[in-house]
């Protein structure tokens, strides 16, 4: 008898924790560059992110090709000259967050990681909301990179085109892992 006991509560506890575990592959991240003389917008959405609620772990992952410009031109300078994507096509970041996941409400926590782009680490820290409803896990966050953080170099010539600091913005719709 107490051996299927001790069974029942190990196959609830590990039901539990997988119940832990939301994944996407359509999470979107969205930057934009506002300057007096242009205005630059990318939208990837083809995004894997993780979140794990029992360990507080979040991870992305996304091919810096699937940016998608307004203007084809600026989709190629992009690729070739400033990300190079060809050398460098994967971007990630590995991170933590803090705080509290009520369900049914929204969820201000602090998250803090290691952000993957150009071939160079860096940590980043900002805020998120994220909002837990049954098996379906949002999240939002907004932050601002610098492209010289990341060895993007921006020539002279375009210096003026292109924002001193990108505001990215990141967007998740997660279901849970069955």
Same mark, same amino acid.
């Given at each position: 008898?107490?051996?299927?006991?001790?069974?029942?509560?190990?196959?609830?506890?590990?039901?539990?924790?997988?119940?832990?575990?939301?994944?996407?592959?359509?999470?979107?991240?969205?930057?934009?560059?506002?300057?007096?003389?242009?205005?630059?917008?990318?939208?990837?959405?083809?995004?894997?992110?993780?979140?794990?609620?029992?360990?507080?772990?979040?991870?992305?992952?996304?091919?810096?090709?699937?940016?998608?410009?307004?203007?084809?031109?600026?989709?190629?300078?992009?690729?070739?000259?400033?990300? @190079?994507?060809?050398?460098?096509?994967?971007?990630?970041?590995?991170?933590?967050?803090?705080?509290?996941?009520?369900?049914?409400?929204?969820?201000?926590?602090?998250?803090?990681?290691?952000?993957?782009?150009?071939?160079?680490?860096?940590?980043?820290?900002?805020?998120?909301?994220?909002?837990?409803?049954? @098996?379906?896990?949002?999240?939002?966050?907004?932050?601002?990179?610098?492209?010289?953080?990341?060895?993007?170099?921006?020539?002279?010539?375009?210096?003026?085109?292109?924002?001193?600091?990108?505001?990215?913005?990141?967007?998740?719709?997660?279901?849970?892992?069955?």
């Amino acid at each position: 008898m107490k051996i299927w006991t001790i069974i029942i509560i190990c196959c609830m506890v590990s039901t539990a924790m997988q119940a832990q575990v939301f994944v996407t592959r359509t999470g979107s991240v969205n930057f934009f560059s506002e300057t007096p003389l242009e205005d630059i917008k990318a939208e990837n959405n083809q995004v894997y992110a993780a979140v794990d609620l029992s360990k507080k772990t979040i991870a992305f992952s996304m091919l810096l090709k699937s940016f998608l410009f307004r203007k084809a031109l600026m989709q190629e300078h992009f690729n070739e000259n400033y990300v @190079e994507s060809d050398k460098f096509p994967k971007s990630t970041f590995n991170g933590m967050f803090t705080g509290d996941v009520v369900p049914g409400k929204a969820n201000t926590i602090r998250v803090e990681g290691v952000l993957l782009l150009h071939g160079v680490e860096k940590k980043i820290t900002t805020h998120a909301t994220i909002e837990l409803k049954e @098996e379906n896990l949002t999240g939002f966050a907004r932050f601002q990179l610098i492209p010289e953080d990341f060895k993007i170099t921006i020539p002279g010539i375009v210096r003026d085109k292109i924002a001193r600091q990108i505001d990215v913005q990141v967007t998740i719709d997660c279901k849970t892992v069955k």
